[in-house]
């Protein structure tokens, strides 16, 4: 667990802006250290622990990247095409072939070793077969089809970086390499709570006045993606001592500490409170919207975030605050979201001195440039304007007013995850 003191943070009451939460979050929250060694197949989404170092070159020989015919330049005559006799043929999985010093070119497919010597691969859709000679282009550009060894990884340099998010593509890359065992962090242990007596898990039917739990089950979602072990502690009721009791216990088990709803300022609202309390509290309300009340801070040496109750608030904190805060105790590289300018479909008036989310659709118009339209119920509550939308259009803290036409930044879901 990591070991946070109570002064780790300590900021003044004012709301604090995104980026301040998310540089606090990265100067202190100490990355979990302990290590293991996972099979392959199970790395995806884990952090490599040690920098990969490549045991031998990629590609390991000189290969074809074309199925063709591989010639020396020196039997080549320059500027017109070349006849040469046929000699050998080398496909892939197979040694490539001791050769006479004769004139002549060999058959060869993709993968397959290009010998010593044999300097030019051409395509096959580029030369003429006649008499078991072969007719070979005079264009040299089109005899540069060898993949060289090692000139996609040398033996010896850095392959994957220490701090990545295993990717598929990486496990593919470490798989290329022969590495059967990666050493990554260990699993973060996150846990879970939703709160508010009027919260009911699914499967049982709905008593009046209750709703079904959302943010529980998206937060689990969300965070199986980031590839962290998810520990489902339930539903705790509006009641200050047993909001108490459950976090602390759950401090004292876990790496980080997650609840939804009972931040803001109502009676009701008892997990700030104790954190406050029993903890200490880093800061409890952020300059974004949705969100705004969000409580992070540190309890028995274990930070602690207490996100919003609205589910979409849950959603764009998740993203903005949770993703920044997994990173930094997995030791993992920063993995700043992605904005692409777009263009503003519609105008929109904002207060200053926050940022805003505003979940959005895309289209191209006829000149095709992309476009962002608004969904039209933008309230906190209101899942399917994520689920019927492509991505948040972000409106910084300065920004008062968007018009119609303006070049606006654009988060797609797909590369928040
Ligand atoms: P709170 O901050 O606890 O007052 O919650 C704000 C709003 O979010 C209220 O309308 C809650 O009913 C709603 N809410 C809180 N927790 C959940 C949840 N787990 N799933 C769906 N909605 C929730
Ligand atoms: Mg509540």
Not at 89 to 107: F, M, V, W
Not at 115 to 144: H, I, W, Y
Not at 285 to 308: H, N, W, Y
Not at 325 to 341: C, D, F, S, T, Y
Request: proline letters at 6%.
């Amino acid at each position: 667990m990591a070991q946070l003191d109570k002064e780790t943070f300590s900021t003044s009451g004012a709301p604090l802006s995104v980026e301040a939460a998310v540089a606090l979050i990265a100067k202190r929250v100490p990355a979990i250290e302990e290590t293991e060694k996972v099979d392959l197949l199970a790395a995806a989404g884990r952090v490599l622990a040690q920098p990969l170092i490549a045991p031998i070159d990629l590609p390991a020989f000189d290969n074809s990247a074309v199925d063709g015919y591989a010639a020396r330049s020196r039997d080549l005559a320059i500027g017109s095409a070349t006849e040469l006799p046929i000699r050998g043929r080398i496909a892939a999985g197979h040694a490539p072939q001791t050769l006479s010093a004769e004139n002549g070119a060999l058959r060869i497919f993709t993968g397959a070793p290009v010998p010593e010597g044999f300097d030019r691969v051409f395509m096959q859709e580029d030369c003429t077969l006649a008499d078991g000679n072969v007719l070979l282009p005079s264009d040299p550009s089109k005899g540069a089809n060898i993949r060289r060894r090692g000139e996609d990884i040398a033996k010896g340099t850095e392959a994957i970086a220490r701090g990545r998010r295993l990717m598929p593509e990486d496990i593919g890359l470490a798989a290329a390499l022969g590495t059967t065992g990666i050493t990554v962090r260990r699993e973060l242990k996150v846990a879970i709570f939703s709160t508010g007596d009027e919260i009911v898990s699914p499967g049982v039917s709905l008593p009046p006045a209750a709703i079904y739990d959302a943010n529980r089950f998206m937060l689990h979602a969300m965070l199986q993606r980031l590839g962290v072990r998810v520990h489902d502690l339930g539903i705790l009721p509006d009641v200050r001592e047993r909001t108490a009791s459950a976090l602390l216990e759950a401090a004292h088990a876990f790496d980080l500490v997650i609840t939804s709803g009972g931040v803001s300022m109502g009676e009701e609202d008892h997990v700030k409170a104790v954190l406050e309390t029993r903890g200490s509290l880093a800061f409890w309300k952020l300059a974004i919207k949705p969100g705004r009340s969000v409580a992070m801070g540190v309890l028995d040496g274990t930070p602690f975030i207490g996100l919003p109750g609205n589910p979409v608030a849950v959603f764009v904190c998740f993203a903005t605050l949770v993703r920044p805060l997994i990173a930094a105790l997995n030791g993992a590289q920063p993995e700043p979201l992605h904005r692409q300018k777009v263009i503003a479909g519609f105008s929109f008036r904002k207060k200053p001195g926050r940022r805003e989310y505003l979940r959005v659709s895309l289209r191209r118009d006829s000149s095709g440039a992309i476009i962002a339209e608004k969904y039209a119920v933008q309230g906190s509550g209101a899942l399917t304007s994520l689920t019927r939308t492509q991505g948040l259009l972000e409106l910084h803290e300065d920004v008062t007013e968007i018009a119609c036409g303006d070049r606006v930044d654009f988060i797609d879901y797909e590369l928040m995850r």
